[in-house]
Antibody
Framework: QVQLVQSGAEVKKPGASVKVSCKAI????????VQWVRQAPGQGLEWMAV????????KYAQNLRDRVTVTRDTATNTAYMEVSSLRSEDTAVYFC????????????WGQGTAVTVSS | QSALTQPASVSGSPGQSITISCTGT?????????VSWYQQHPGKAPKVMIY???KRPSGVSNRFSGSKSGSTASLTISGLQAEDEAEYYC??????????FGTGTKVIVL
């Protein structure tokens, strides 16, 4: 079955880092972009970052580019998103999604990973 | 990059048609034909309903349609059904700034 499976929920202290994984199952991982989107409790969707199919190009939201890093490992069909210097405002559900190149369509989503930042 | 502007809520009776607007700028909605729309039920991941402004993915009901005029995109749901009650988000490509989502619209089926 074609799907994106994300890592489990995390609880972190302010100032720590978190790394969320997104494993592609059932399709050719290296032919799609991977997008990252987050949603704070009761809030809307916020675009965070994207990584190209080969992993050689990335783009970040302006307000996050100093603290977010996205990578991908074609050997394991897994994409990663790391947020450093966590703040309470980073408490959110983090989603990965695949995008066919050039379509602008986040056509398939992972189940989401809840990250809670609390002292 | 500021969020695209959507109405907070739109309501309609079963069978009616409703339209959700999504207003951006000449740097995103008005510049690229890469506007998509997502439906999100509580506690679930979003689902793409429209991409490239007006294209419908396989499996999405033809009751959903998209259009664009200038810097404003629109999603129309015709023949409104109870299962359409959800939050809807537009999303636009913004070039070097990446992507930007709308503020979200809650669709209420009366």
């Amino acid at each position: 079955q074609v799907q994106l499976v994300q890592s489990g929920a995390e609880v972190k202290k302010p100032g720590a880092s978190v790394k969320v994984s997104c494993k592609a199952i059932g399709y050719t991982f290296s032919t799609y972009y991977v997008q990252w989107v987050r949603q704070a409790p009761g809030q809307g969707l916020e675009w965070m970052a994207v990584i190209s199919p080969s992993g050689d190009r990335t783009k970040y939201a302006q307000n996050l580019r100093d603290r977010v890093t996205v990578t991908r490992d074609t050997a394991t069909n897994t994409a990663y998103m790391e947020v450093s210097s966590l703040r309470s405002e980073d408490t959110a559900v983090y989603f990965c999604a695949r995008e066919p190149p050039g379509s602008g369509s986040f056509e398939m989503w992972g189940q989401g990973t809840a990250v809670t930042v609390s002292s | 990059q500021s969020a695209l502007t959507q109405p907070a809520s739109v309501s309609g009776s079963p069978g009616q048609s409703i339209t959700i607007s999504c207003t951006g700028t000449s740097s995103d909605v008005g510049h690229y034909n890469l506007v998509s729309w997502y439906q999100q039920h509580p506690g679930k991941a979003p689902k793409v309903m429209i991409y490239e402004g007006s294209k419908r993915p396989s499996g999405v009901s033809n009751r959903f349609s998209g259009s664009k005029s200038g810097s404003t995109a629109s999603l129309t749901i015709s023949g409104l059904q109870a299962e359409d009650e959800a939050e809807y988000y537009c999303c636009a490509y913004a070039g070097d700034s990446g992507y930007v989502f709308g503020t979200g619209t809650k669709v209420i089926v009366l």
